[in-house]
Structures are given as C-alpha cells and as structure tokens.
C-alpha cells in the first residue's frame, strides 16, 4: 500500500526504489520527500513505521528507531531508558553493522488538549549505508523482525 505525500515531490531514484522494494515483498508506508518508510504491521488492521530508506548518490542509507515509552518505565530516566535500549535491542543492530546515528525523545500530547502530555518517547536511531540493493533488503528484512521497542518493565 503506498501513500504518497502530496506536498512533496519524490525523485525518480525514491520513486525507482520503492517499485523494487515493492516487487521484493517490501510494503512501502510512506514515500516523503527524501525517504521511504516501511511498513510494519502492529496488527491485522494497523500499520506503523519506524524504518526509513533514503537513496543516495552511492546506495542507499536505512535507518531505524528503538524506542521505549516513559509511561510504560515511569521509574526510569530518559538516560536509564536510552542506555537500557543500547545494551539491549541495540546490541543486535551494532552487531550487523549499524551504527548508532541519533538520540531523541517526542512527546505524545492529549490531540483534544494539546497542553496535556500523554506520554514521551524515548528512542535511539540506528543506521546503516549500503551500497547494493541486495544488502538493502537483506538489511530490512533483518529490521523487520528486530524487536523495536523496550518493553514494560
């Protein structure tokens, strides 16, 4: 299923990319302006995306995110959750060849009272550069089935 955003403007080299990722079984959920997310199914019905491919000039450059949601660890600080995502789910990404690439937290706000804060998420970026289209399905394929959030404690 791809949803396009209708404010941007995808390269041919996006757009070419996300036709072989579709023809390899990839299901694309989201094309931007420089990237591609991919979609993961939460469920039968629902969808969500913490994968993200950009084409390059040399390959191609994915990402992904490990998250761990305040509310779930109202204990633990924003560092004991990040530091607990490195030694754990981040393990696996460092092992096959990503490299941690950024560190943020996002918060979740009540839509109805957008002064309200639900919940904050905490997530560490992790990427990869790829220089064949081979290694990048390989390489979502294996994100795919990495867990990516730190569950409840």
């Known amino acids: 299923m791809l949803h396009k955003d209708p404010s941007s403007t995808s390269s ?36 969500d995306s913490a994968i993200r491919v950009r084409a390059t000039d040399t390959g191609y450059d994915l990402r ?3 998250a761990a949601s305040q509310a779930e660890h109202p204990t633990s600080s924003r560092d004991e959750l990040v530091t607990v995502i490195r030694e754990t789910l981040g393990r696996d ?5 990503f ?33 064949e289209l081979s290694k990048l399905l390989e390489a979502i394929r294996w994100a795919l089935e990495l867990e990516k959030t730190l569950g409840a404690s």
């Open 99 to 131: 490299r941690e690439v950024d560190v943020a937290s996002t918060e979740l706000r009540d839509p109805s009272d957008p002064s309200r804060v639900l919940d904050v998420s905490h997530g560490v970026d992790y990427g990869l550069v790829v220089d």
């Open 93 to 97: 990404a460092l092992a096959r060849g």
């Open 12 to 47: 041919s080299k996006l757009a070419e990319l996300a036709q072989q990722l579709e023809r390899a079984g990839i299901e694309i959920f989201e094309v931007g302006a420089d990237e591609l997310r991919i979609a993961e199914r939460v469920r039968h019905h629902m969808m």
């Open 64 to 66: 992904f995110t490990i």
